[in-house]
C-alpha cells in the first residue's frame, strides 16, 4: 500500500521518532510520500534527516502567493469540493487558536496537497500532532482526497484542547493514535463518547539497533544528561537548582544538558548566577548518534519537564540501559517505575529532584545496573518501531487489531 505522511515542520531535529515510524512502515513493505509545510532550509546534523529532507516536499517551499494560486486553481477546477472545504475551515476557525484568515492559508496548503496526492496515488494520509496538520488533512478530505487519521502527541490536548476543534478533526478521521494511554484518555475527555472507538494507543518506537545488548560502563563519577529542547515547559532551571544541591554532597558530579532553544541565555545565566559553569556543559543540538553516545556515558537520565506527552529520550535512554529520573506528569508513569526502572518525582520541585539525583549518585554501581537492566527490558516490550508500524500498518487498512491496538 501507498500512504502519505503529514507533518508542520520536517525533517526536524525533534521529530525523530516520525522518521523512525516512517522508516518502520517502509520496512513491512508499505511506500511513504512525505509531505510538510516548512522545514526545507532547516539546519539538520543528522545524516538520516538530511536524507529524510530530500524525500520531502514542503508546500511553502515556493511561497504564499503560489500557494494561494494553487489554491484559485483549485476552486476552479472543484468548485463544489471547495466549498465544503471551505465550509469545514471556517468551522475549525471558530474559537480557534488562531483566526479565521489562518484556516483560509490551511485550505491553500490542502489544495496543494490533494493535487500530489492525486498524482502519488497514495490511499491513505496520516498527520502528525493534532494542531494544523491534522485541520489540513481534514480539508484534503473535504476536498475529494483519501481518508486521513492523525497522531495526537500532547500540547494539542493539554494547552487548549478546544481551540484545536479536536472533536471535528476527530469526527472526520478514520482514527486517532495517542502515543501514550493518557493522551488517549485526554482526547476521550475532549470528544463525545460516540467518538471514543477511534481513538487507538500506538506508542512511538525504537528500531532493533537502539536496544542496547549490554550495557556500557558507568563512568566512575556521576554524569548525569538532560536532552531536550530548551524551552520553559521542560524544566530546567528546576533542574540546575537542584543540581546545584546534588554538587555538595558530590563535588566531582557533572551535568550535560544536551539540546537548545530559546531558554538558553537564560539557561546559561542561571548557570553562572549559581557559579555551575564548570560542573554543567550545554552542547547545543546534536544528532542521534551523539545522543545515544551521551546516553553511554552517563549514569542517569534527568528529565524534569513540567508536560509531556510520553518523551521518547526516556525510552532511549532506558533501552541503552541507564536508568531515570523524571516527574509524575502524563504518560511518564507509564514507562518508569519508581524503584523499578528510575524515579519519580513531583514536577517542579528541586528539592525532590535533587533527592533522586542525590540517591542515585550514592547507589552502587550493581544496583544502579539493574534498574537499567529493568528498564531496558520494560521499553523493549512497550516500544519497538516495528511493532508500532504493524499496528499503524492494520489501521491504516481499516483493519480493527483490538488486541494490539488498544
Known amino acids: 500500500m501507498r500512504v502519505a505522511y503529514l507533518v508542520n515542520h520536517y525533517p526536524a531535529v525533534s521529530h525523530t521518532f ?22 526545507w532550509d532547516s539546519e539538520l546534523v543528522d545524516p538520516r534527516d538530511r536524507d529524510e529532507l530530500e524525500k520531502t516536499r514542503h508546500t511553502l517551499k515556493d511561497g504564499l502567493p503560489r500557494l494561494l494560486l494553487g489554491a484559485l486553481k483549485c476552486l476552479v477546477l472543484r468548485p463544489g469540493r471547495f466549498w465544503k472545504a471551505l465550509k469545514l475551515a471556517l468551522s475549525m476557525s471558530k474559537n480557534g487558536a488562531r483566526p479565521w484568515p489562518f ?28 494542531t494544523n ?11 475529494g482526497g483519501p481518508t486521513f487519521s492523525f497522531t495526537a502527541h500532547g500540547s494539542e490536548v493539554f494547552d487548549d484542547p478546544k481551540a484545536q476543534a479536536l472533536e ?65 515547559e521542560k524544566g530546567h532551571l528546576v533542574l540546575l537548582e537542584a543540581f546545584s544541591t546534588v554538587l555538595k554532597a558530590h563535588p566531582t558530579a557533572r551535568l550535560v544538558l544536551a539540546g537548545d ?12 548566577d549559581l557559579g555551575l559553569g564548570a560542573a554543567v556543559e550545554i552542547t547545543g543540538w546534536i544528532s542521534s548518534d551523539e545522543v545515544r553516545e551521551r546516553i553511554r556515558g552517563c549514569r542517569v537520565l534527568v528529565h524534569p519537564s513540567f508536560t509531556e506527552g510520553l518523551p521518547v529520550v ?13 516527574t509524575y506528569i502524563a504518560g511518564i508513569p507509564e514507562l518508569v517505575r519508581p524503584g523499578e526502572t528510575g524515579w519519580l518525582v513531583p514536577a517542579g520541585r528541586a528539592r525532590a529532584l535533587a533527592e533522586a539525583m542525590t540517591e542515585s549518585a ?20 512497550r516500544h519497538d518501531a516495528d511493532v508500532g508500524a504493524t499496528r499503524l500498518r492494520a489501521l491504516f487498512c481499516g483493519e480493527r487489531p483490538d488486541e494490539i491496538c488498544r
Not at 496548503?109 to 496526492?117: E, F, P, S, T, Y
Not at 463518547?193 to 556521576?222: M, S, T
Not at 526516556?314 to 523524571?326: F, G, K, L, N, T
Request: glycine share 6%; aromatic share 6%; hydrophobic share 45%.
Open 103 to 130: 484556516h483560509l492559508v490551511y485550505l491553500a496548503h490542502a489544495c496543494r496537497i490533494v493535487q500530489w496526492l492525486e498524482a502519488s496515488g497514495a490511499s491513505h494520509l496520516h498527520a502528525h500532532f493534532g
Open 362 to 381: 550514592s547507589l552502587p554501581a550493581e544496583a544502579l545496573q539493574a534498574l537499567g537492566d529493568a528498564g531496558h527490558d520494560r521499553v523493549r516490550i
Open 168 to 232: 471535528q478533526k476527530t469526527t472526520h478521521a478514520k482514527f486517532v493514535a495517542a502515543s501514550c494511554a493518557y493522551i488517549a484518555s485526554q482526547l476521550m475527555y475532549n470528544v463525545p463518547p460516540d467518538l471514543w472507538h477511534k481513538i487507538r494507543v500506538v506508542h512511538c518506537g525504537l528500531p532493533e539497533d537502539a536496544f542496547a545488548p549490554k550495557a556500557a560502563p558507568l563512568p566512575e563519577q556521576p554524569v548525569f544528561l538532560s536532552v531536550g529542547r530548551l524551552s520553559s
Open 18 to 39: 516520525i522518521r523512525r515510524e516512517i522508516r518502520a512502515l517502509e520496512r513491512q513493505g508499505v511506500e511513504v510520500e512525505r509531505f510538510a509545510l516548512r522545514g
Open 133 to 143: 496538520s491534522a485541520e489540513i488533512a481534514a480539508l484534503v478530505q473535504a476536498l
Open 261 to 272: 532553544g530559546p531558554l538558553r541565555p537564560l539557561v546559561e545565566g542561571r548557570i553562572d
Open 314 to 326: 526516556i525510552m532511549e535512554a532506558m533501552a541503552q540501559r541507564r536508568p531515570v529520573i523524571s
